[in-house]
Antibody
Framework: QVRLQESGPGLVRPSQTLSLTCSVSGVSFNSGDYFWAWFRQPAGKGLEWIGRFFSTGSTKYNPSLSGRATISVDTFRRQISLELTSVTAADTAVYYC???????WGQGISVTVSS | QTVVTQEPSLTVSPGGTVTLTCGSS?????????PYWFQQKPGQAPRTLIYDTSDTLSWTPARFSGSLLGGKAALTLSGAQPEDEAEYYCLLSYRDGWFFGGGTKLAVL
C-alpha cells in the first residue's frame, strides 16, 4: 500500500523557516521517471504548486515564491523535504506532497503562520 | 504571468455528460503542456484522475476521459454520478513550471 505522510510543525512564526517532511512507503523511491512535488492550498482557495524534484535530481520552483522554497530528497530515509524561508501569513495553508505522474498524494498537513 | 482558466462552476444531471475545459493565457494548450486533471472533495486531498492529456490511473473511473478540444485541455464526464460532485482542477506544464487553473465546482443535480 502506497503511503505519503507529511509531517512538521503546525504553527510557524512570521519570518521564520517552514520545514516539512514527506515520508514515503509502499512505492519505489529511486527508479523510473517521476516527480516528487509539493503543493499547498489556503483555506477555501485553490491549489498552488510550490516546487518539484525530478528523479534525475533536477528541481524547479514556482517563480511566485521568489526563491524561498527548497526541495530535497533523502533516498536512504525515503523522505522528501520542503523548506520555505521568510514565511508570512500568506503562507498559511494545507501543504501536500505528491508523486507525479503516479498520482500518489499525502493527506496534507495544515500549517499556520502566526505570532 | 501565466494564467490557466477553468469554468468556475458547472452543473450536470445524473447520468448526463459534461465537459470541463482548461485554457492558457499563452495560447493553445498542447500535449507539451502535459495536462493533468485532479478531483478534490471537501476536506480531502486531491486525487489525480488524468495525466499527460488523456492517460488514466488505475483508480480513474471509466466515465472520465481527457482530451484536447478547441485549443484547451478538456475533461469529459460521461454518465455523471452523484459522487462526482466535487471541485476539479487542471494543471499545465510550462517552461516556468506547473500552474493550476482556479478550479471548476461541479454540481450533479
Amino acid at each position: 500500500q502506497v503511503r505519503l505522510q507529511e509531517s512538521g510543525p503546525g504553527l510557524v512564526r512570521p519570518s521564520q523557516t517552514l520545514s516539512l517532511t514527506c515520508s514515503v512507503s509502499g512505492v519505489s523511491f529511486n527508479s523510473g521517471d517521476y516527480f516528487w512535488a509539493w503543493f499547498r492550498q489556503p483555506a477555501g482557495k485553490g491549489l498552488e504548486w510550490i516546487g518539484r524534484f525530478f528523479s534525475t535530481g533536477s528541481t524547479k520552483y514556482n517563480p511566485s515564491l521568489s526563491g524561498r522554497a527548497t526541495i530535497s530528497v533523502d533516498t536512504f530515509r525515503r523522505q522528501i523535504s520542503l523548506e520555505l524561508t521568510s514565511v508570512t501569513a500568506a503562507d498559511t495553508a494545507v501543504y501536500y506532497c505528491a508523486r507525479h505522474p503516479s498520482g500518489y498524494w499525502g493527506q496534507g498537513i495544515s500549517v499556520t503562520v502566526s505570532s | 504571468q501565466t494564467v490557466v482558466t477553468q469554468e468556475p462552476s458547472l452543473t450536470v444531471s445524473p447520468g448526463g455528460t459534461v465537459t470541463l475545459t482548461c485554457g492558457s493565457s499563452t495560447g493553445s494548450v498542447t500535449t507539451y503542456n502535459y495536462p493533468y486533471w485532479f478531483q478534490q472533495k471537501p476536506g480531502q486531498a486531491p486525487r489525480t484522475l488524468i495525466y499527460d492529456t488523456s492517460d488514466t490511473l488505475s483508480w480513474t473511473p471509466a466515465r472520465f476521459s481527457g482530451s484536447l478540444l478547441g485549443g484547451k485541455a478538456a475533461l469529459t464526464l460521461s454518465g455523471a454520478q452523484p459522487e462526482d460532485e466535487a471541485e476539479y482542477y487542471c494543471l499545465l506544464s510550462y517552461r516556468d513550471g506547473w500552474f493550476f487553473g482556479g478550479g471548476t465546482k461541479l454540481a450533479v443535480l
